[in-house]
């Protein structure tokens, strides 16, 4: 069981440097046409990042805790993020789209680990969902980490040890909280606020383009892919 869980996070995780290699072979010329693809995938991440909010993300910990506790954690997220938002921008950096990739890959992987020790066959149904969501944040997180003054080398490198990071969640999740709902469900409502901050502060408004209104149907395909994923995990 434990190397199915290894197995199913780790191919989650993989997407994510996929993602940042699709971003780092880029090699077509700067085109409007250019421009309106890239701020389609900046929304249709920002559109899958609603979506795992709100299908994956808040459902436990709305039916697992009171109205006080459940709005208290999750603003919480959405406060502590502001501040590292506000430190991270002070120092010139733009790593929103990474911020919200490891806020919701890390708990998700975590609730994957622990989801698999009772329902193996949804915990596989998480997986897909994760990786799908975690593509067009790593190309995403890849122009991100560019457009803050990393070498494309360097930004690769920062993306690969990244995309492991859901393995060790979902290692500990099996291991230790599998019989632990509640602390899984504030994980992920901690989450869940600091994701929803980060999206309407940095996320939609990178995916405006002027004089243009496609981009934004990339945050409703995203969000589509949100209720697909949903609808596969029942």
Do not use: C
Request: glycine letters at 12%; zero cysteines; hydrophobic letters at 55%.
């Amino acid at each position: 069981m434990i190397t199915q869980v290894i197995l199913y996070s780790l191919v989650s995780g993989i997407t994510i440097i996929i993602g940042g290699l699709l971003a780092s072979a880029d090699r077509f010329p700067d085109t409007v046409l250019k421009e309106e693809i890239l701020h389609g995938i900046i929304a249709f991440g920002g559109g899958v990042l609603i979506a795992a909010v709100a299908f994956v993300l808040v459902p436990k910990g709305m039916a697992l805790f009171s109205i006080p506790a459940l709005s208290l954690t999750f603003l919480f997220g959405a406060v502590v993020f502001l501040l590292l938002d506000r430190f991270l921008s002070q120092r010139g950096g733009k790593f929103a789209q990474l911020m919200a990739m490891l806020m919701d890959f890390i708990p998700e992987a975590t609730a994957l680990g622990a989801i698999f020790a009772h329902e193996p066959q949804l915990g596989l149904l998480l997986a897909i969902f994760i990786g799908l969501q975690n593509l067009p944040e790593g190309f995403n997180s890849y122009r991100d980490l560019i457009q803050s003054g990393y070498s494309r080398h360097h930004a690769l490198l920062i993306l690969t040890p990244l995309s492991l990071l859901g393995m060790i969640g979902a290692i500990l999740g099996y291991l230790f909280l599998n019989d632990s709902p509640q602390i899984i469900a504030a994980l992920m409502l901690f989450a869940g606020g600091g994701i929803l901050y980060l999206t309407f502060q940095d996320i939609a408004p990178m995916s405006k383009l002027k004089n243009h209104w496609s981009p934004p149907l990339g945050a409703a395909l995203g969000f589509t892919v949100g209720m697909i994923g949903q609808k596969m995990l029942g």
